[in-house]
């Protein structure tokens, strides 16, 4: 359910030019015209999420929007849009909705929410297995071997204190990502655990995936921002991917504006942002009238790029 008369007159207010314009209005139609049958669930959630992209801080596009669905919990059971339905105890764990992301051809992702999920030998075989069936292989060997160094249960690897808080499923290239939540405010250990995705430290890709890890280092210590790393799996193992998610959290409402523009301010910094839609981004939300959020920050060193992602999104007028 979009409210397109609240999007509308954030339109016609002028200032988000670079947030949201007629032909996000007329991609979000087309959406729903070529998706009835997602569109006519009573599982739909109010409102819409933008996800704006840029490749090497340049050909930054719009393309892709996100839709909230509730979803059954407790039941060790996820049912995927193309209706296919997955058993796994990890499944146990899913919190009450996921976000169902489409661009120009359809359903590209869904984004499995779930309860921080503590990685200790039984669940990496739950979670390892679990994504195995997702993308139709038996080759997840290097995922579990990482999972395993990076368990924060057993006294070897004494010292981890990663979770699994979300589960991205990507259909246009058949991988899958792992959001690995840093429950305590503080970037320990973080370069071994990049250490061992980015094996060659003469590669870019482990000088960029360090490199933005020297950059964010001060969200990690921040207790009003949530933070995590991010991996990506693929048909053959783990992929040269290292991402890093940046997010207000949820437990400092009080300081959610103060660290939307701390998070935005430091991508500006860095140039994985333009200033101007970091100020766009500010005003989004603090435009009176309007159920607008800013979601989260996401940058990733993919082989010898840096990309980044933005998120933000409206829930009708207020």
Known sequence: MVDFEALKKLISTNS????????????IQSIIENNPDFFNQK???????????ANNKVNQERTKYGFRVSQPTGVGQWQDTKGVIYNSKFLNYLIGEKNVIFDSEGIAEEIIFCESVPLFSESIEYITTFISEVLKTEQLT??????????????EYEGHDYFVRQIFINYRNNTAKLWLYKETNNNERLKELVDHIATNKTSRFWQNANGIADCCQDRFYDQSTLTG??????????????????????????????TSNIILSDAVRWEW?????????NQW?????????????????????????????NAGLR
Do not use: A, C
């Not at 333009?274 to 981004?281: A, G, H, I, P, Y």
């Not at 009238?289 to 920050?297: D, K, Q, V």
């Open 285 to 313: 939300i603090d435009h009176v009238g309007f159920n607008n959020i800013f979601i989260g920050f996401q940058v990733e060193s993919v082989s010898s790029e840096i990309n980044s992602r933005i998120i933000y999104g």
């Open 142 to 155: 290097p995922l579990s071997e990482f999972l395993h160094k990076i368990d924060g249960i057993s006294d």
């Open 16 to 27: 988000f030019k670079d947030l949201v314009n007629q032909q996000d209005i007329t991609n």
């Open 273 to 281: 942002l333009s200033e101007t839609d970091t100020l766009q981004v």
């Open 229 to 258: 790393v991010i991996i990506e799996i693929s048909k053959d193992g783990l992929s040269d991917y290292v991402g890093y998610n940046f997010q207000p959290s949820p437990e400092n409402t009080d300081k959610y504006k103060e």
């Open 43 to 53: 599982r739909l959630l109010p409102g819409v999420m933008f996800i704006q992209e």
